[in-house]
């Protein structure tokens, strides 16, 4: 009998105890989630004020990727080498840029870097790659006392080959290789401005790089091209066809304001130019 109340008091202080915890569970379940919407508002406001502090800066990226997202056609035939170096310029945004090295402990070493650029429009450029450069890289330090480079672009920057499902060392990803020499842009001159545009329609966020920076524009000079777009080796193609290639993807603007022929001197009638934007940037 006494082992009978014993066993009904324990199932009876189990169940009040059991009723408790279920109580206290839902409680703090519910505190949880009280939590939890709590977190939640503060995250949505916290988002809501971002975006509005950065309204400026999303417009900026939504210009980019509207310029990024402009439709392009495919690559010219394989037979077409000057059009296909064209077409490899115009659609790159950035160039590994060879150079001889100044830096003391790789002197005279090829160094290499990444520099961004544009040749003009996205699907009619110039062809001749223009590049945003500054006194404080490797890059424009080397080139003051040497100004040859030797610049790679190729269609694995983008979407092309790896749609096609083709490793950028596929010679089917194309490539080009121009070796020559950089040209300083003269300040003020009619050339620099249109550059400007042409550069920064490409590349909206560089515009307000800082100022001690000292950032310049300058030219390639090109002395040699080759192009690997296809099994079989690389194909070297003429300046001049290059220049003038069998198709209407030359800004006709670009090249009546400022005619190629001067542009297609041989390297002995070049002659280097002063940056005349800061005493800091020496004589390339």
């Known amino acids: 009998m006494i082992w009978r109340i014993t066993l009904f008091v324990a199932l009876f202080v189990l169940t009040i105890e059991a009723k408790k915890y279920s109580q206290s569970f839902e409680e703090h379940q ?24 950065h309204d400026k800066s999303h417009e900026v990226d ?10 392009l056609s495919n690559p010219p035939p394989v037979d077409e080498a000057a059009l296909m170096a064209r077409y490899i310029v115009n659609q790159a945004d950035w160039v590994s840029v060879a150079t001889i090295s100044t830096r003391k402990e790789i002197e005279s070493f090829p160094a290499v870097t990444l520099v961004s650029y544009s040749d003009g429009i996205l699907g009619n450029g110039t062809g001749v790659p223009y590049l945003y450069l500054t006194p404080l890289d490797f890059t ?20 092309y080959c790896k749609n096609k499902q083709w490793d950028p060392m596929d010679p089917r990803c194309a490539r080009v290789l121009m070796s020559g020499r950089i040209k300083t842009l003269k300040n003020e001159s009619a050339e620099l401005e249109l550059v400007k545009k042409l550069f920064f329609d490409r590349h909206p966020k560089l515009v307000n790089m800082p100022e001690n920076h000292h950032f310049y524009f300058a030219k390639l000079k090109i002395m040699s091209i080759a ?17 003038h290639p069998s198709g209407s993807n030359i800004i006709e603007e670009f090249n009546r304001r400022f005619p190629l022929e001067d542009y297609e001197k041989s390297s002995k009638d070049y002659n280097s130019v002063s940056n005349m934007l800061h005493p800091m940037i020496r004589t390339i």
């Open 30 to 53: 519910w505190q949880e989630f009280e939590e939890f919407l709590k977190w939640k508002r503060t995250r949505e406001q916290h988002e809501n004020k971002y975006e509005k502090r």
């Open 62 to 71: 939504q210009l980019y990727e509207k310029v990024q997202q402009i439709p």
């Open 140 to 159: 424009a330090q080397d080139l003051a006392k040497d100004n040859r480079v030797s610049m790679l672009m190729s269609l694995a920057q983008g979407d």
């Open 227 to 243: 192009v690997l777009d296809t099994f079989g080796g690389p194909k070297y193609v003429p300046v001049n066809e290059y220049l």
